[in-house]
């Protein structure tokens, strides 16, 4: 009686902890993004990146369309090279879209913010392994703050 | 001269209770393939996880809300209360979730084992199983190391868990952060290897540790009152600075290189 | 005449502290052989060297003539089972009844079914007289109840040799006498070879077949009772007698009064 007990206990235990690491998995780190459909490639080019990291959002209207997959430097002009990762559900962006890198709140997260552009005759659509032209990179505060200053002190001559 | 001396005495006993511990540890680890030990290792899993659950739910869940009250008074001067989430996630999933589950252990479970191989030695039932042609290592402190080393990580995934939703409590119910950033902010930004799993390796880590330094006091213990007591007391503080210390070198492995 | 146990010219020392030294005895089989001795004087670890828990620095221990120093420890593992030890404490496992207790060694050792291993713990819970107490946790026995169902276990496996450490040590005279009755009923009922370590001359000298004192690190006087009892060495005759001075003295070694005293001065 007592053993059953014992091993009644040590199986909620086990239950309890099989819970924990679900809502861990799937709540928490949200594991099912990459198995939620078949995604697409789509790469864009940015003179700079600010802190967007791998597996940042892609967002369209506040809607996740992707993620982030990699980001690596172009060997031949040194500018970073942002590899998106879209849901192959969200498709049929013309290829004058553009893509910035923005954050959430002053000190939240960044993401990539997708713009899809006007469609019209002669527009294809953005395909698998096809670069997007039109990016606006982070804002860097540093920058910012040197520009005002400058512009400031022009004010003043 | 003199205290050179000591100094060398008490250097080289400590090494030598060092290589005990690993022959202990050895000998307790070669016991591994033995069906019997089962049924042994679940009764121990009662004792020192299920035993140990109540105070690590309830642990987890103050330390979630208070993070959560923190956190949120703190950013919300940036307009960041968004963050809050990810805040409450990584620093459970990365440090609190592990180090104060570890903690928490080492006074629980951990002090009680040291206490209780310690009467038992005092006792001669060690002995008393030699006697009878039994290993006290593979039938007393194999069992007790497995269910050591297989509770802490759960109980710190429950400890992780139930304070992500005492933060929850706290900052969305109470405080009025936005569900939805709370949960999809956090999913952004916690990553599964990198974070949930590190948690684990770290708990893993300490489990051995605590573990092992919880029955090796016991099992090397002088067999008196005053013996036991003192045992059971360096149990605690041995096994919470290697804690503390550890914690400290794992993280640097493990986050230190972006 | 067969021994069981044969301890040759052995000596020990546990750090610096020398405890035996060229210490030779011998245990006949099918005898209780007694060995008696001052508090302090290491006999529980005498019964550690024979079972093989403690290797001795000199000289030679053999059971049933094979030799435990040196031995491998799956052969020293296969030996205990064969012998078997009652510590002072009773050493009973206080996490289970005393039934459970008594079927440990039975559950460790053999594949034997539970019905049959009950039929067994009832027998031997029944040779000590406890088959009533079987449901009873270790902590609601007497002193006298615990050391007799540590009996139990003891010859649960039926052994060759059973090594008793103190079985007398703070029992009241009852119980003491149960234990003494129990120690030679089992001795010749089941054909066992025993050791009975302890300092309690009076009921030791009624059940011994052999008796062997120990002081000083060595074997002072051996013999049968009434050898013991006719012996012409001062230091049996005082342990015997119980005689506060003597050749083992009333005052632990210490520089003279005087000196301690007044050193400083003169």
Not at chain 3, 32 to 61: F, H, N, R, W
Not at chain 3, 134 to 153: D, N
Request: proline share 3%.
């Amino acid at each position: 009686m007592n053993k059953y007990k014992t091993e009644l206990m040590v199986g909620i235990f086990v239950v309890l902890t099989v819970a924990a690491l679900l809502l861990l998995a799937l709540k928490v780190a949200n594991q099912t993004m990459s198995n939620e459909g078949e995604s697409y490639t789509l790469y864009a080019k940015f003179d700079n990146i600010g802190s967007l990291k791998t597996r940042s959002a892609v967002k369209l209207g506040g809607v996740t369309i992707g993620r982030v997959e990699s980001i690596n430097l172009d060997k031949d002009d040194f500018t970073p090279v942002v590899e998106l990762s879209i849901l192959e559900k969200y498709t049929g962006f013309p290829e004058t879209s553009s893509v910035s890198i923005l954050t959430s709140g002053l000190l939240g997260e960044q993401y990539v913010g997708f713009q899809p552009g006007f469609s019209f005759d002669g527009v294809a659509e953005l395909k698998d392994g096809d670069y997007l032209q039109d990016t606006k990179s982070a804002l860097v505060l540093e920058d910012l703050i040197g520009q005002f200053l400058f512009n400031r002190g022009g004010d003043e001559n | 001269m003199n205290s050179i001396a000591a100094i060398g005495a008490s250097t080289l006993s400590r090494l030598a209770a060092v290589g005990r511990a690993g022959l202990m540890l050895f000998g307790a680890l070669l016991a591994v393939p033995r069906l019997k030990n089962v049924p042994l290792t679940v009764k121990q899993l009662y004792v020192v996880g299920v035993q140990s659950l109540l105070i690590i739910m309830v642990s987890g869940l103050f330390i979630g809300m208070v993070m959560a009250l923190q956190g949120y008074t703190i950013l919300i001067d940036y307009g960041a209360e968004a963050s809050l989430g990810p805040m409450v996630a990584l620093s459970l999933l990365r440090e609190l979730g592990p180090v104060v589950t570890a903690l928490l252990f080492a006074g629980r479970a951990g002090s009680a084992l040291t206490a209780e191989i310690g009467l038992m030695k005092a006792t001669e039932q060690l002995s008393s199983l030699e006697m009878m042609a039994v290993d006290p290592l593979r039938r007393i402190v194999a069992p007790r190391f497995w269910a050591g080393m297989i509770a802490m990580p759960m109980l710190a995934l429950i400890f992780s868990a139930i304070g992500i939703l005492g933060g929850h409590m706290v900052g969305v119910d109470w405080l009025g952060v936005d569900a939805g950033s709370y949960w999809s902010v956090m999913q952004s930004t916690v990553e599964w290897d990198k974070d949930v799993v590190n948690g684990i390796i770290k708990s893993l880590v300490f489990a051995l540790v605590v573990t092992w330094i919880a029955i090796f006091k016991g099992y090397d213990s002088v067999p008196t009152s005053e013996g036991i007591s003192k045992a059971t007391t360096q149990t605690v503080v041995f096994s919470s600075l290697a804690v503390l210390g550890l914690d400290f070198v794992l993280t640097a492995l493990m986050f230190g290189i972006e | 005449m067969d021994n069981l146990v044969e301890v040759d010219n052995m000596t020990f020392s546990r750090g610096d502290r020398l405890i035996y030294e060229n210490v030779s005895l011998k245990v006949p089989k099918g005898k209780i052989t007694a060995v008696m001795g001052p508090s302090g004087i290491g006999k529980t670890t005498l019964l550690k060297l024979i079972g093989g828990q403690l290797t001795p620095q000199q000289g030679d221990i053999r059971f049933d003539g094979e030799s435990l120093v040196n031995m491998s420890r799956r052969r020293l593992y296969a030996i205990r089972r064969r012998m078997s030890m009652l510590f002072q404490s009773g050493a009973l496992f206080t996490d289970m009844t005393v039934f459970d207790n008594v079927a440990f060694p039975l559950r460790e050792h053999t594949r034997l079914s539970e019905d049959i291993i009950a039929t067994i713990v009832a027998l031997k819970l029944q040779a000590v007289g406890l088959r009533g107490a079987a449901k009873m946790t270790p902590s609601e026995l007497s002193g006298g109840m615990a050391r007799r169902a540590a009996l139990a276990r003891s010859i649960a496996l039926d052994p060759d040799l059973i090594m008793y450490d103190e079985p007398f040590a703070g029992q009241d005279p009852i119980s003491m006498g149960v234990l003494v009755k129990l120690i030679r009923a089992l001795n010749d009922a089941l054909n066992l070879t025993s050791i009975v370590v302890t300092h309690d001359v009076s009921e030791v000298l009624t059940i011994a077949d052999y008796i062997y004192i120990l002081a000083d690190k060595r074997v002072i006087g051996e013999g049968t009772s009434e050898q013991i009892r006719n012996s012409d060495s001062e230091l049996v005759q005082q342990f015997l007698k119980g005689q506060a001075d003597g050749p083992v003295p009333f005052h632990y070694t210490a520089p003279p009064l005087e000196e301690s005293l007044f050193g400083g001065q003169s």
